[in-house]
């Protein structure tokens, strides 16, 4: 699901959050994990947002094939308008 921001231009890569919102994650992979950075299922399309006392899940994760990113929430300079309202960047379903 790979796809541009409309905002900042930015690669991405659409994943659904376990509430199944749509989240728009820079395409980039990160070798390292902090809290508020996403862990990606790619087999799944779904993601996490990590929080302090996940981070060290993450290495098991990364074994089963899990990817680590930024949300382009905290990267895109039009942040503001992705949380007003996710569903007009989200590709049709
Ligand atoms: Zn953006």
């Given at each position: 699901?790979?796809?541009?921001?409309?905002?900042?231009?930015?690669a991405?890569?659409?994943?659904?959050?376990?509430?199944?919102?749509?989240?728009?994650?820079?395409?980039?992979?990160?070798?390292?994990?902090?809290?508020?950075?996403?862990?990606?299922?790619?087999?799944?399309?779904?993601?996490?947002?990590?929080?302090?006392?996940?981070?060290?899940?993450?290495?098991g994760?990364?074994?089963r094939?899990?990817?680590?990113?930024?949300?382009?929430?905290?990267t895109?300079?039009?942040?503001e308008?992705?949380?007003?309202?996710?569903?007009q960047?989200?590709?049709?379903?």
């Amino acid at each position: 699901m790979s796809a541009t921001c409309g905002s900042c231009d930015a690669a991405i890569t659409w994943a659904r959050t376990e509430r199944g919102r749509p989240m728009p994650l820079d395409v980039e992979e990160l070798d390292f994990a902090a809290p508020g950075l996403v862990v990606l299922n790619p087999a799944r399309g779904t993601c996490r947002v990590l929080s302090e006392g996940q981070l060290m899940l993450v290495a098991g994760w990364r074994e089963r094939g899990a990817t680590v990113h930024r949300s382009d929430w905290d990267t895109c300079p039009s942040a503001e308008q992705h949380r007003v309202s996710p569903q007009q960047e989200a590709p049709p379903l």
